[in-house]
T-cell receptor, first 118, second 115 residues
């Protein structure tokens, strides 16, 4: 079965320290992977994606993610956290059933709440 | 440019009432998706439109849920005879094309509370 796992409900980081938000996936075929961020009372905002190519993907607001095929992981990282990064982060993978129909249907993880403390 | 907009932002319905949720996608976006996000969970796919054609409605939880996009732009998600388990945030997303490599742009959602 296709799935995305975010093993941590919450990640706490001190401002200025590096952060990592973990994501593992299970799909058949080549995965297309996405990270979204959700601020309170707002929709999901696209951060970055991995389609093909370099395993290290750079995205918005200084975030990056590393695709690791052998570990089926796509962890989100940032070298120096800001208090304003505090939000809910979602990892998603394309649903191969949607791909067969020619469109990009996403399967989301349950989300990880990032709390950055001053 | 303008992003995806949804209305109303909040809706309270009594059990058994019908509701209609509106989505205005980004202009020119071919693909439109509806997702349901329960409290503390990630979004779950409901249905997909390519222009006016509804190509996938496999995620609709029951026949009380109905979606349309008659002119290939604005979409409406209708829920008939609402039940408490329908309480959730309903998210609309649009994408420039349906191709897998394109990201989806999400609206702010409609929070539905069924009492």
């Amino acid at each position: 079965a296709q799935s995305v796992a975010q093993p941590e409900d919450q990640v706490n980081v001190a401002e200025g320290n590096p952060l990592t938000v973990k994501c593992t996936y299970s799909v058949s075929g080549n995965p297309y992977l996405f990270w979204y961020v959700q601020y309170p009372n707002r929709g999901l905002q696209f951060l970055l994606k991995y389609i093909t190519g370099d395993n290290l993907v750079k995205g918005s607001y200084g975030f990056e993610a590393e695709f690791n095929k052998s570990q089926t992981s796509f962890h989100l990282k940032k070298p120096s956290a800001l208090v304003s990064d505090s939000a809910l982060y979602f990892c998603a993978v394309r649903d191969m059933l949607g791909v067969s129909g020619g469109y990009n249907k996403l399967i989301f993880g349950a989300g990880t709440r990032l709390a950055v403390h001053p | 440019g303008a992003g995806v907009s949804q209305s109303p932002r909040y809706k309270v319905a009594k059990r058994g009432q019908d509701v209609a949720l509106r989505c205005d996608p980004i202009s020119g976006h071919v693909s439109l998706f509806w997702y349901q996000q329960a409290l503390g969970q990630g979004p779950e796919f409901l249905t997909y439109f390519q222009n006016e054609a509804q190509l996938d409605k496999s995620g609709l939880p029951s026949d009380r849920f109905f979606a349309e996009r008659p002119e290939g732009s604005v979409s409406t998600l209708k829920i008939q005879r609402t039940q408490q388990e329908d309480s959730a945030v309903y998210l609309c997303a649009s994408s420039r094309t349906g191709q897998s490599s394109y990201e989806q742009y999400f609206g702010p959602g409609t929070r539905l509370t069924v009492t």
